[in-house]
């Protein structure tokens, strides 16, 4: 099989493999959609590479269950099933993996498409059944890769900031981790401000359901989230997506008393000002991707209400073109890339 691997600084491969042959308690997924995240980035231009340092990339994995392995049971997954990846493993036995939040596990972790266990970038992917996710027979693959990673990471930060019907959020950052906090901070009710530099990304935005977009270049951002506020006291809520320290420092200011800021842009320094929390009482919290229950529920909340999450995919490619995407992606020339399989 073809596989897209990093070399490091920059540079990236496209190597065959052997198809893979699953073990007592995995099973091979035939692709048919993988993701390209922003995360990717970080490891395309990491350090060189060599041998077994090579991992198939590809954390955003969707499929059929093409082979299985002699325990997997059939509740846990059947040749022909549609599928999700909750792209972790660990130890299974600690209280983060029964609960689901495999990502923390403390004793044996593996994360899938990028630091130690291969991905979905390949024609098949092996994985253990326990990390499979049903995909619903009314969403694509490309959604189902979607809710893998980026907008799986935007149900979680919705869910963890408490999102509600009666309240105004800001969202700072329209790419497509915030362009799917959009749409489900619409989809559960709430009035969205959506800010970002891009108009491009503003007009996504506002395709997705913005009540307002602000163009943080042309606007002091703070300024505008409180003049489209109740009083002007700013903004029930707010999501940071962009990781920038001056962002997120504006996504705390743009809040009224009491709110609550959700940081979910990975990497880089927050500085903020004392009186921003204890003189307002507001309340700032982390979210890093989601739990292997969440995501489920994330894909059972898009198919039940008919969200787009498709397109927020800009530009599709075969594996072939793995180079050229990620060098228009590293570019910012287009928006989100999935890699699209027979």
Same mark, same amino acid.
């Given at each position: 099989m073809?596989?897209?691997?990093f070399l490091?600084?920059?540079k990236?491969? $496209?190597?065959?493999?052997p198809?893979p042959k699953p073990?007592?308690?995995?099973v091979?997924i035939?692709?048919?959609a993988?993701g390209?995240?922003g995360?990717?980035?970080?490891h395309l231009? %990491?350090?060189?590479r060599?041998?077994?340092q090579?991992?198939?990339?590809?954390?955003e994995?969707?499929g059929v269950?093409?082979?299985?392995?002699d325990?997997?049971?059939?509740s846990?997954?059947?040749v022909g099933?549609? /599928?999700?990846?909750?792209h972790?493993d660990?130890?299974?036995?600690?209280?983060?993996?029964?609960?689901g939040?495999?990502?923390y596990c403390?004793?044996?972790r593996?994360?899938y498409?990028g630091l130690?266990g291969?991905g979905g970038?390949?024609?098949?992917m092996?994985?253990p059944?326990?990390?499979?996710i049903?995909?619903p027979?009314?969403l694509?693959?490309k959604?189902?890769?979607?809710?893998?990673?980026?907008?799986?990471?935007? !149900?979680?930060?919705i869910k963890?900031?408490? /999102?509600?019907?009666d309240?105004?959020v800001? $969202?700072?950052?329209?790419g497509p /981790?915030?362009?799917?906090?959009?749409m489900?901070?619409k989809a559960f009710?709430a009035?969205?401000?959506?800010l970002?530099v891009e108009p491009?990304r503003?007009q996504?935005?506002?395709?997705?359901?913005a009540?307002? $977009?602000?163009?943080?270049r042309?606007?002091?951002?703070?300024?505008?989230?409180r003049?489209?506020?109740?009083?002007?006291?700013?903004a029930?809520?707010s999501i940071?997506?962009?990781?920038?320290?001056?962002?997120r420092?504006?996504?705390?200011?743009?809040?009224?008393?009491?709110?609550t800021?959700?940081?979910v842009?990975?990497f880089?320094?927050?500085?903020?000002?004392?009186e921003?929390? $204890?003189?307002?009482?507001?309340?700032?919290?982390?979210?890093?991707?989601?739990s292997?229950n969440?995501?489920?529920e994330?894909a059972l !909340?898009?198919a039940e209400?008919?969200?787009?999450?498709e397109?927020?995919?800009?530009n599709e490619?075969?594996l072939d073109e793995?180079?050229?995407a990620?060098?228009?992606?590293?570019?910012?020339?287009? %928006?989100k890339g /999935?890699f699209?399989?027979d």
């Open positions: 073809k596989a897209v691997v490091g600084e920059g990236l491969d $496209i190597q065959e493999y198809d073990g007592p308690d995995e091979v035939r692709m048919k993988s390209m995240c995360s990717d980035l970080n231009h %990491g350090p060189l060599t041998g077994s090579l991992v198939i990339e590809g954390h994995p969707c269950v093409e082979n299985i392995g325990a997997v049971r059939p846990e997954a059947k099933d549609r /599928v999700m990846v909750h972790y660990g130890c299974r036995t600690c209280q983060y993996c029964r609960s939040w495999t990502q403390p004793n044996a593996t994360v498409g130690d291969d970038h390949a024609d098949f092996m994985v059944a326990h990390t499979l049903k995909l027979d009314a694509s693959f959604t189902g890769a979607a809710i893998s990673c980026g907008t799986g990471t935007a !149900f979680g930060a963890r900031a408490g /999102v509600s019907a309240e105004t800001a $969202i700072f950052g329209q /981790v915030g362009l799917s906090c959009t489900l901070a009710g009035r969205v401000i959506a970002d491009s503003l996504m935005a506002q395709q997705f359901g009540d307002y $977009i602000v163009n943080s042309e606007q002091d951002p703070v300024v505008a989230v003049e489209l506020t109740r009083n002007g006291e700013g029930d809520k940071e997506c962009s990781a920038n320290a001056t962002v420092r504006q996504a705390v200011q743009a809040l009224r008393r009491w709110g800021a959700c940081m842009g990975v880089g320094t927050i500085e903020l000002d004392s921003e929390l $204890i003189q307002l009482q507001k309340t700032v919290l982390g979210s890093l991707t989601f292997k969440l995501q489920e994330c !909340f898009v209400r008919g969200l787009d999450v397109s927020l995919f800009t490619f075969r793995a180079e050229r990620y060098e228009l992606f590293d570019r910012r020339q287009i %928006g /999935v699209i399989f």
